[in-house]
């Protein structure tokens, strides 16, 4: 079944791609594209089995850029219909492309409903905290204060935090990467895509016309992403800085940042991540990590293995058919009472 | 004691909601269908669950209409009235028939019940102006604790068994056998619980004695069976009937069954139905909201499967950005809307037929969509058949418009074999058209002007479709202005292109005369009652019904030419007398409409047909 040598273009389409220069999207399409190759190549799944749905907005142009079924909705709905894709045919790979609009605002009762229910979806979240096709109004993971068109004085709402609305929900599955290092972008939608539930990836990503440097404090180059941000992997030791010299450590319930080999912290009191572990708190603290005050949060932060949705609608339906006498239409409609004139 | 024929009865059952009516007049209905009656019943209860009791807005009913021909409708006014407690006999005193019988519980005419009912004196039936009607007064409650006198139970449910006395009451005065009740309670109680079984029929048989042996009632009457077609029978309602349909539909063409629905009065016994059926392969999801209702079956559809989704008015407004999804996509869909009292919240558990023009015209930008509507609880089983063949063959979102009445009533059905229904040919594509290097979404069949239904996971054939505008054939985002309306021109004919897969519209009596009554919908039994009975008396009065709005069935001009006068009858301000006004302008209509939550009575037809024949 590995026949199949994919590369990144394969899942290229004839379209031309749409966003603006130097927009994060472009970052997410090559990843997205390259995880896809990859679990392709390791599965077996070609190109007819994968399915794209998308809600509406920049990112949510994605399905035209894909080789793949696509399916390019209506504003907010996305994991809705790919609810219903998956639910209908388990059989396929089922993406969904989405923005911190479509998903966190508009379309927020269908994404956390998707994930409380656990359904196979791999769904890239493509977060760039502004509504950028609409041109510039604030969305609902704009910074406190945000300045934009429709917040002339500034936002006086908070925003929203995917990682805490997912793990909070008791998501099985979040990671977060940002546009800039595809590397681990792709590491994170390949992790989504073995997962087996609802996986999300917020991808940081930058619009470079309505909001351009939302993530550059801790996210703007190599360097100040050594710094401030902490790439969390499996097993490994939550150490971060260009020397890999900080850590983190639990100060009662909470996090704090130590350096090593100062005020008596070896490697040996830094925690190890366990992303296996069913008890969302730790995870919940990670992603709740935010810049200046801790390093975000990057990688697979959560992954948890729990029954998926689309898998018990399956089992259900081979348990009562294995027991039912009804078999087909006139069996159903000659059961219970009936009576001969 | 005089047995006396009649041709048909109407009884109205009628308590508190928690006083068991559903269930005595289920029996009822059941055992006189059983013993070959035609039937046609209807419940009617309140919103709320369980109202404060003995008040008349916790009232609950079930008309029982059986006769010895088949029952068009439940009938309007009732010949016998069960009423346990003073305020149901409030409820339900202006739908008594002049002569009609009440049986009231003695036990619950006292002070403090009468009051709570809202009279204002002490004896109810002078205050409603029926006190020479036939009143029979047993003491239900006390006589249904001395029958149970020697069990074990609690007093709570000794009480609640009171409406098996009124049950025994009513199938002796009919002549009706025990055999079926009892049966019944068997299978309900006597495993879960035996002395609960025992009391019931304890109760059932006390209530058909005390009828025997007081001689409270100078005749008894009996109902000959109706002159049915022979075969096997069974009572459905018209919301399980829909789901059915959809069933048949599902096996007749191969495609799951999916459902994402959002639970809606009057509507969500349909995904209550599909949900059991798990043993068919039907998939349902019980949506956070009406949008994913819809949005889960739209992604469904696009997956291959036959997807539905249910609903009444309040969600179809929520689910109208999506329809518009489906017809842009040109996915097979079929929406059901089971419509109650509106706007808004409205009145939930009342029947109406007022969601017309949200169901033709309730989306934004040039919309078409199949509408048709179902007019009997049992012809939702083939109308809903045919709203699947017609989503699937022609690869259009279908409206199937239900209404509270058709969903909540019940008649007994001559099962169908599916043997004699035909497949359904979903245009699937597996492999490329001759002569195309990629796959074209929007290339079409040159009858039809269906497109292809490729199907994920089908290697070769990936494509992309969405909600922008899409090239006429390669199915890409397009916004070129020549290109946009040739596409409007075509999802438009492709859905005026249905009417070639519809009946020619028929017509109930001569195809000329002095008045054509028009309707659609459920209230189709009362216009053709009203009618025949006008016909009876050698009026020229014919009935046009219609099951199909959009597109209308040919050959609609030519009968609405044959009359002089045509009246539009409908259970709203004039919807579809407007709709007519647009698609046949050269007629004159004339309109009856009624927003009561409640459908027409054959008096009030009667009477505004003699008025415009009299005109």
């Avoid at chain 1, 896809?36 to 077996?44: C, I, Q, S, T, V």
């Avoid at chain 1, 492309?97 to 009762?109: C, K, Q, R, V, Y």
């Avoid at chain 1, 180059?221 to 499996?234: G, P, Y």
């Avoid at chain 2, 083939?382 to 259009?396: L, N, S, W």
Wanted: net charge negative; hydrophobic share 40%.
């Amino acid at each position: 079944m590995n026949e199949i040598k994919y590369t990144q273009a394969d899942f290229k389409s004839d379209q031309e791609v749409k966003y603006c220069p130097g927009c994060g999207d472009h970052a997410v399409l090559a990843a997205v594209q390259r995880s896809m190759a990859e679990y392709g190549n390791k599965h077996g799944e070609k190109h007819g089995n994968y399915v794209l749905v998308s809600g509406i907005g920049c990112s949510s142009r994605f399905p035209y850029y894909m080789k793949t079924y696509g399916f390019h909705s209506i504003h907010g709905r996305a994991n809705a219909i790919a609810t219903g894709v998956k639910t209908a045919n388990p059989d396929l790979k089922v993406f969904v492309a989405t923005g911190d609009g479509d998903s966190l605002a508009i379309g927020g009762n269908h994404f956390i409903h998707a994930v409380r229910r656990n359904v196979n979806l791999n769904v890239v979240l493509f977060n760039n905290e502004i509504y950028g096709m609409t041109k510039g109004q604030y969305s609902p993971t704009s910074k406190l204060g945000k300045i934009t068109k429709t917040s002339p004085f500034g936002t006086v709402e908070k925003p929203f935090s995917p990682g805490e609305l997912i793990i909070g929900s008791r998501g099985t599955f979040f990671a977060r990467a940002v546009d800039q290092e595809v590397g681990l972008l792709t590491e994170c939608i390949t992790a989504a895509a073995e997962h087996k539930g609802m996986a999300v990836v917020e991808a940081l990503v930058n619009c470079v016309i309505f909001n351009n440097g939302t993530h550059a404090p801790y996210a703007g180059d190599k360097a100040t992403r050594a710094e401030n941000t902490i790439v969390l992997r499996h097993g490994e030791k939550m150490v971060f800085g260009a020397n890999k010299d900080k850590g983190l450590v639990l100060d009662g319930f909470k996090l704090k940042v130590v350096t090593i080999g100062q005020d008596g912290y070896t490697l040996d009191d830094v925690l190890t991540h366990d992303a296996h572990e069913k008890e969302p708190y730790l995870h919940y603290t990670l992603a709740s990590m935010k810049y200046p005050e801790y390093p975000v949060a990057l990688g697979v932060i959560r992954d948890v293995d729990e029954p998926n949705y689309d898998n018990e609608v399956e089992r259900q339906i081979e348990e009562v058919q294995a027991t039912s006498k009804i078999k087909c239409v006139d069996d159903l409609l000659n059961s219970g009472e009936t009576w001969t004139i | 004691m005089n047995v006396k024929e009649l041709n048909d009865v109407v009884i109205r059952f009628s308590g508190d909601s928690g006083d068991g009516m559903q269930l005595t007049g289920t029996l009822f209905s059941d055992t006189a269908a059983l013993l070959g009656n035609g039937i046609s019943t209807f419940p009617d209860y309140p919103s709320e669950i369980r109202a404060p009791q003995g008040t008349v807005a916790g009232v609950s009913g079930f008309q029982v209409h059986f006769g010895n021909s088949p029952m068009l409708t439940p009938g309007d006014y009732c010949d016998v009235l069960v009423a346990m407690n003073p305020a149901a006999l409030k409820a339900n005193a202006c739908w008594l028939k002049k002569d009609a019988t009440i049986i009231i519980d003695g036990d619950s005419l006292d002070e403090k019940s009468i009051a709570k009912a809202g009279f204002k004196t002490d004896n109810p039936f002078e205050e409603l102006g029926i006190a020479d009607y036939n009143i029979i007064i047993p003491n239900i409650t006390s006589l249904t604790k001395e029958a149970l006198k020697d069990t074990s139970l609690d007093l709570k449910s000794i009480v609640k068994c009171k409406n098996m006395f009124a049950l025994g009451i009513c199938l002796f005065i009919f002549n009706k056998e025990l055999d079926h009740p009892l049966e019944y309670i068997d299978a309900k109680f006597l495993k879960k619980n035996p002395l609960v079984a025992q009391a019931n029929v304890t109760v059932l048989k006390a209530g058909y004695n005390y009828a025997n042996n007081t001689h409270v009632f100078a005749h008894t009457y009996s109902v000959q069976p109706a002159d049915l077609p022979k075969g096997k029978y069974r009572s459905i309602n018209g919301n399980q009937a829909i789901a059915w349909g959809f069933i048949a539909a599902s096996e007749k063409s191969g495609r799951p069954l999916f459902c994402g629905s959002y639970p809606i009065t009057p509507a969500s016994v349909i995904l209550e139905e599909l949900a059991k059926r798990k043993d068919l392969g039907v998939k349902t999801v019980q949506a956070e909201d009406e949008i994913a209702g819809i949005c889960t079956s739209i992604g469904a559809a696009f997956a291959g499967n036959f997807a539905v989704t249910s609903t009444s008015g309040p969600g179809l407004s929520l689910k109208s950005e999506a329809m518009g999804l489906a017809v842009i996509a040109e996915l097979p869909l079929v929406v059901v809307d089971v419509q109650r009292g509106g706007p808004s919240t409205g009145i939930p558990t009342k029947t109406e037929q007022s969601d017309l023009k949200q169901a033709l015209w309730g989306r934004n930008g040039e919309c078409p969509m199949v509408v048709m509507s179902v007019s009997s609880p049992t012809d939702c089983f083939d109308m809903a058949f045919q709203a699947g063949k017609i989503a699937m063959e022609h690869m259009t979102p279908v409206l199937l418009l239900s209404e509270g009445s058709v969903a909540n009533g019940s008649q007994p059905w001559k099962i169908p074999a599916m043997k004699d229904y035909h497949e359904i040919k979903a245009p699937i594509a597996t492999s490329l058209d001759e002569g195309e290097s990629i796959f074209m979404p929007y290339k079409r069949d040159a009858e039809t002007l269906a497109r292809r239904w490729a199907l994920p996971g089908t290697e070769g054939m990936e494509h992309r479709i969405g909600g922008l505008e899409k090239d006429f054939l390669k199915g890409t985002v397009s916004s070129d202005p020549k290109n946009h309306q040739l596409m409007v021109n075509t999802r438009a004919e492709k859905v005026a292109k249905v009417v070639d897969s519809i009946p020619v519209q028929d017509v109930y009596g001569d195809r000329e005369g002095d008045l054509l009554v028009v309707g659609w919908g459920g209230t189709k039994g009362h216009l053709q009652m009203a009618v025949e009975q006008l016909r009876k008396e050698g009026k020229k009065v014919s009935h046009c019904h219609f099951n199909y709005i959009n597109p209308l069935p040919h050959g609609v001009k030519e009968i609405f030419a044959g009359f002089k006068k045509i009246v539009v009858c409908e259970l709203n301000m004039g919807q579809f007398a407007d709709y007519l006004r647009m698609s046949h302008q050269e007629f004159k209509y004339e309109q009856f409409n009624k927003v009561e939550g409640q459908t027409f009575t054959t008096v009030e037809l009667v009477d505004k047909f003699n008025e415009l024949l009299e005109d």
